[in-house]
């Protein structure tokens, strides 16, 4: 298996620009994950999905952040516009839903907003 | 809410030699997993290990082992044996009912030659 995808890996904007970051998540996991990682507040769950429903999005900073989970298979995550203070490192984790199963991480979507 | 605590921002150590890093959780469920998750500078999050709250034997994968001590909401990570690629930033996470992983902010281990 490929393993957790996401898209693209560096993202350099300006701020005022509408960003998309995407996800596959493993085939076969029916929970998806958006997790920002920054050197002030550390790993943060952003929202997730069961089942391609969105479940909590308690985490997601501000209404100008959004996900989408249209299948199985996909997920975006959208912020527009963006701001200097977006920049992070944005991972995309599948698993399995359940208390005991780990999460698959992807690589990571390091953003930059200028 | 739960809450996890790494309270050691970073610890050093000699090659071949045993370091533990500790984390305390806050919790009022009976049902919960506990994970190490390391995170090397590729900043890929690769797991080390999981301990299930209702078994009171200390989990084991080769090089690293827990100490979990539940009645003090403690689960501290022993890397035996250290090696130059142990080298990474190391978190603790809770997860229970919720499918929520919470994280703590991480201990950065250096492995000195």
């Known amino acids: 298996d490929a393993g957790v995808i996401q898209s693209p890996r560096h993202e350099v904007t300006e701020m005022g620009q509408e960003v998309t970051l995407r996800c596959k998540p493993i085939?076969?996991?029916?929970?998806l994950f958006w997790y920002r990682q920054t050197m002030m507040r550390g790993l943060e769950l952003l929202i997730y999905?069961?089942?391609?429903?969105?479940?909590?999005d308690s985490g997601m900073p501000e209404d100008r952040f959004s996900a989408k989970m249209p299948n199985a298979s996909f997920s975006t995550l959208k912020i527009q516009p963006s701001e200097p203070r977006d920049s992070a490192v944005y991972f995309c984790?599948?698993?399995?839903?359940?208390?005991?199963?780990?999460?698959?991480f992807g690589p990571g979507t390091r953003l930059t907003v200028t | 809410a739960q809450t996890v605590t790494q309270s050691q921002p970073e610890m050093s150590v000699q090659e071949a030699e045993t370091v533990t890093l500790s984390c305390t959780y806050d919790?009022?469920?009976?049902?919960?997993?506990l994970f190490w998750y390391k995170q090397p500078p590729s900043r890929q999050m690769i797991l080390v290990i999981r301990?299930?709250?209702?078994?009171?034997q200390n989990a084991t994968e080769n090089r690293f082992s827990v100490n979990f001590q539940k009645a003090a909401k403690s689960f501290s990570l022993k890397i035996s044996d250290s090696q130059l690629g142990d080298a990474a930033m190391y978190f603790c996470?809770?997860?229970?009912?919720?499918?929520?992983?919470?994280f703590g902010g991480g201990t950065r281990v250096l492995v000195k030659p």
């Open positions: 984790a599948s698993g399995l839903r359940g208390v005991g199963y780990e999460q698959y």
């Open positions: 301990q299930e709250a209702y078994k009171q």
């Open positions: 996470a809770y997860k229970a009912a919720g499918n929520k992983l919470t």
């Open positions: 085939s076969g996991h029916n929970s």
């Open positions: 999905f069961n089942n391609n429903v969105p479940i909590d």
């Open positions: 919790t009022s469920e009976s049902d919960y997993y």
